[in-house]
């Protein structure tokens, strides 16, 4: 009497069981086969996470800052996804996300007092991005860098303007929210100018639909 | 008839088949090389291209002011995919599997009468991709600069580091460097 066995519930034949072994042998070879596609599978969702790489080449006017400064939006404005795994326009995974972002701007020359601050945001579905005045003596004041210059870049490289998601882990204790735009970190660059290039990047539960943008002002 | 499964390809014998320890050899030499083939997949998925080259001040590289300058490598920490061969070239680490890697340096100076800044550069392909500049720490010892970042890169693409300082006296001598790049998610 032909038995299934085991935690895969593997066919085992008796003695008397001859002609079923060629049976018995293949439903072994397809059940080994088919848990070994799913391992397969999950090894692979695991080495190809989502993530998105978007970059963006063309010159980007920034608004002269001044009290509130004014802000611009890189990320998701007029970029081109270079890589895209997921279609990530939005963050379509929840959970642990690295988000990282680079930016290459360019001004007149430097200005004691003339603070560039850049910072990552997330604004969740609904939630249109707007303005957001940063400045000094603003939110991020207590977190500026201020012992971190940028290095003046004289050599002439091309305008880069990079943003980087890279999904993590999944978060099982995070749930559906109705939060406002979240900071993810931000930099304070404390008198600008020439040619500047910085890097924000930071780990963050996000949720559904979420949308990362890098911000300036 | 022998019949195989579609992917891994282990054989079974089908009816009609007689039934012989050559027939269960086959069946054990296929299940073997199945499990194998599984093994390989799972260890892409875990053990994930990674590669440190590395070099201290006994192997100084110098550097004159504000000039950027190539660091050289003497040490391959790790390398599971064949990004490094300082053999043939000991300033780079060339991507082989195409993917978003997260891309970290270190890099310390030395030498100086004063130090004002210590910069780090990083270039793909010999063009720069990132710059990272350090204002000095002290004046009388060693300055530094690191920084990690996210980078896409496809196979043959060329990691350099670079370092450049400002101040006064020198020429000063590139000390402990160190480059590294890890894969984030496969293309």
Known sequence: M?????????????????????LLMQCIANQVEESLIANRDAASAALHRPVAVWQRSENFLQGVAGSGGTSIFLYGYNWSPTYNLNTLATLNRQGWWLVGGIVHCTSSAPVAGNNRILSLNVYPPGLAPAYYGFDVGGPFAAVSLQDVTWETNTTGGEDLFIATNVYCAADPNAGPDDKGMQIFYGLSVENSGAETVTFLSTFWTIFLGDTPLIQAS | MPGSTPVYGITYPCGGDTIDTGVFQTFSETLDNAFVTAQGELEAATQRPNAQIYATGLNP???????????????????????????????????????????SSFVSVSGFTTLTSVSAIVQRNGIDFYRYKSRALSISADGFAAFSIPMDLFP?????????WTGTGGPGSIGIRRLTASLLVAH
């Open chain 1, 2 to 22: 032909t038995e299934l066995i085991g935690t895969h519930q593997v066919p085992c034949i008796s003695d008397t069981d001859y002609a079923a072994w060629p």
């Open chain 2, 156 to 164: 043959g693409d060329t990691l350099i580091l670079r370092a450049r």
């Open chain 2, 61 to 103: 590289v110098a550097i004159v002011v504000a000039t950027d300058t190539t660091c050289t490598f003497t040490t391959e920490v790790f390398d599971n995919d064949n990004m490094a061969n300082l053999a043939v070239n000991n300033d780079r680490l060339t991507i082989q599997t195409g993917g978003v890697y997260w891309v």
